[in-house]
């Protein structure tokens, strides 16, 4: 299946002053969802409810998939948001009766009281956005990069 690149939503940076996000104590999650990517990064205040999760069935259920323990370090002046080494890729398994529309993956905080709570995305298709992929055509895997799921320089 596709998969592009992790990008942090713009608002971002604003949404970790603000202290929406505690990075090493809330816990996260990655729901699919049937919106594209384009426009995406700019959305002014990111919030789940801004997007439209795919329908659970199949190998997919609602919410999604939660990262096992989230790890937000800092080695000279790179701060490094990564989960536990045991899940390095996550995956939902094909099966009947899936989603079919999936466009977008999210990364988005579950931690309670979270505003704005989407940190970034991934594009999930082959052409920048516009053909959905389907769960039942086969499995879904997200691999993280080597670095971890993102980093912030300071």
């Known amino acids: 299946m596709a ?3 992790f990008t942090l939503f713009e608002e971002f940076a604003l949404s970790i002053a603000n202290g929406y996000h ?4 809330d816990t996260f999650s990655v729901i ?3 919106d594209s990517i384009v ?4 959305t002014a205040t990111p919030d789940r409810s801004d997007f439209t999760e795919v329908t659970a069935g199949g190998g997919y259920s609602t919410g999604g998939i939660t ?3 989230p790890l937000w370090t800092e080695s000279g002046g790179v701060a490094t948001f990564d989960h536990a080494v045991a899940q ?6 094909a099966a009947a009766g899936s989603p079919t529309n999936i466009k977008t993956a999210l990364l988005v905080n579950d931690g309670a009281g979270a505003i704005y709570d989407c940190l970034g995305f991934i ?5 920048g956005g516009s053909t959905a992929i389907s769960l039942v055509a086969g499995n879904i895997t997200i691999t993280w990069g080597a670095s971890g ?3 912030v320089t300071v």
């Open 3 to 5: 998969q592009g690149t």
């Open 22 to 25: 505690d990075l090493d104590g």
């Open 32 to 34: 699919l969802v049937s």
């Open 39 to 42: 426009g995406m990064e700019t």
């Open 67 to 69: 990262l096992t323990t």
């Open 88 to 93: 390095p890729s996550i995956t939902w398994t």
């Open 123 to 127: 594009d999930m298709t082959a052409d």
């Open 149 to 151: 799921i993102f980093t």
